[in-house]
């Protein structure tokens, strides 16, 4: 069974940063990817990054290019997500997730962390 702890969120005035943290444990061949997920209140969870543990290229959805970097550690099992240039529209619920293959889907999702909060004021 896998297990996902985030970590990091916080309050943060717009335009600052913050770094999120996901730890991992028990690693199966479900969870040869990882990647980030947020839901704003109201609103479905959307995808935000994602990569494999193997290497290659990191998907990012288009609202968060060039302002989320996605990085791991894979002797800790963890993964980060620098987030840059905070918005008030940023303000959500950052969930950290596993699967098989790299997903931007919650479909494709195995593993689920219970969430840190993230609040960007104005």
């Known amino acids: 069974q896998v297990q996902l702890v985030e970590a990091g969120g916080g309050l943060v005035q717009a335009g600052g940063s913050l770094r999120l943290s996901c730890a991992g444990s028990?690693?199966?061949?479900?969870?040869?990817?990882v990647g980030w997920f947020r839901q704003a209140p109201g609103k479905e969870r959307e995808f935000l990054a994602a990569a494999s543990w193997s290497g290659g290229s990191t998907t990012y959805a288009d609202s968060v290019k060039g302002r989320f970097t996605l990085s791991g550690d894979s002797a800790k099992s963890t993964v980060y997500l620098q987030l840059n240039g905070l918005k008030p529209e940023d303000t959500a619920v950052y969930y950290c997730a596993a699967s098989p293959t790299v997903v931007t889907s919650t479909r494709g999702v195995i593993y689920w962390g219970k969430g840190t909060l993230v609040t960007v004021s104005s």
């Open positions: 028990g690693r199966t061949s479900s969870s040869r990817a």
